[in-house]
């Protein structure tokens, strides 16, 4: 089966520009997931869908990020504008669940985007 | 909130079995994941407990005690492709089933 599938791979841009991302998950994932993973850092989420409801958002910064899910399937995240600190790589997830066999168990990742901020 | 640590870094030699710990405290706690993650790559799911005890997939093993909060990874047979950071993760269960991130071991193998 296909993955999960992101874009652009790489970003440069100068602060208080805007970006966006676009991630495809896995044909029939209901969970979709943004991550922002700072180097060294774990994956940090910013954002959780299931279909095409925000379920979480507690860590993304609202006044420069958002994100959609459009028709349960594909999804964007913006940021605008942007901080040398947002240099990370966007990670987006998606995972069966929950409801299918019971809470989230796996996420199966894409490849990222690595944005750097200048 | 939830908390999760683990050491940041490990080495070990080729051949070797080496043991990631993870502790974590979290509300809403379903169980415990471990991920792979090559440099520039990203994260793979390895193994998942929700239940206590042992869980073995080949060379890798997965434990969970949920009452001491705790679990860990063990590598066998270490080979050089071995050679990332393991990140472990809880399923949290309350509004949303999420899945948080700790912070990440990074294994160096040596010949």
Known sequence: EAGVAQSPRYKI???????????????GHATLYWYQQILGQGPKLLIQFQNNGVVDDSQLPKDRF???????????LKIQPAKLEDSAVYLCASS??????????????????????? | GQSLEQPSEVTAVEGAIVQINCTYQTSGFYG?????QHDG??????SYNA???LEETGRFSSFLSR??????LL??????KDSASYFCAVTQYSSASKIIFGSGTRLSIRP
Request: charge should be negative; aromatic fraction near 12%; hydrophobic fraction near 35%.
């Open chain 1, 13 to 27: 841009i100068e602060k208080r520009q805007s970006v966006a991302f676009w991630c495809n998950p896995i044909s």
């Open chain 1, 66 to 76: 958002s994100a959609e899910r459009l028709k349960g399937v594909d999804s964007t």
């Open chain 1, 96 to 118: 069966l669940g929950p409801g299918q066999g019971g809470p989230n168990t796996e996420a199966f990742f894409g490849q990222g985007t690595r944005l750097t901020v200048v």
């Open chain 2, 32 to 36: 415990l994941s471990w991920y792979q």
């Open chain 2, 41 to 46: 790559g990203a994260p793979t799911f390895l």
């Open chain 2, 51 to 53: 239940l206590d005890g």
């Open chain 2, 67 to 72: 009452s001491d909060s705790y679990g860990y």
């Open chain 2, 75 to 80: 590598l066998q047979e270490l080979q050089m």
